[in-house]
C-alpha cells in the first residue's frame, strides 16, 4: 500500500487544474443535487476514497480457494525441513 503525501488542494485551486469539460459537468451535477459545488466535490472525493480503502482492504476469494485455507488452517501440513530450520534459529535468537 502506498500513500502519497501532498500538499492539501484549496477549492479554488482544485478548480484551476480541471478541465472546462469536467468543471462543466461537476457545476452540473451539484446544481442537480441542489449543493455547493464545494460541497459537491468532497462528497463525491469521500465516496471514492471509500470505494478506494473498501477495495484495498478486503481480500476477496473463491469459494475453493477459501475451503483450502479452512483445509489448511485444520489440517496443517507437517514442518518442513526450512521451517524446522527457522524455529530452530528462532529460538536460539530471540528466546536465549
Known amino acids: 500500500m502506498s500513500i502519497h503525501a501532498?500538499?492539501?488542494?484549496?477549492?479554488?485551486?482544485?478548480?484551476?487544474?480541471?478541465?472546462?469539460l469536467v468543471r462543466a459537468k461537476v457545476e452540473e451535477a451539484a446544481a442537480w443535487r441542489g449543493v455547493p459545488v464545494?460541497?459537491?466535490v468532497i462528497e463525491a472525493a469521500a465516496k471514492a476514497a471509500d470505494e478506494v480503502i473498501e477495495h484495498e482492504?478486503?481480500?476477496?476469494l473463491s469459494r475453493?480457494?477459501?475451503?483450502?485455507?479452512?483445509?489448511?488452517?485444520?489440517?496443517?501440513?507437517?514442518?518442513?525441513?526450512?521451517?524446522?530450520?527457522?524455529?530452530?534459529?528462532?529460538?536460539?535468537?530471540?528466546?536465549?
Open 57 to 60: 482492504r478486503i481480500i476477496q
Open 64 to 96: 475453493a480457494d477459501a475451503e483450502q485455507i479452512i483445509n489448511l488452517l485444520d489440517n496443517p501440513p507437517e514442518p518442513n525441513a526450512a521451517l524446522r530450520k527457522a524455529a530452530e534459529t528462532h529460538q536460539r535468537l530471540i528466546r536465549g
Open 38 to 40: 464545494a460541497s459537491f
Open 6 to 20: 501532498a500538499e492539501p488542494l484549496s477549492i479554488e485551486a482544485l478548480s484551476t487544474e480541471m478541465t472546462a
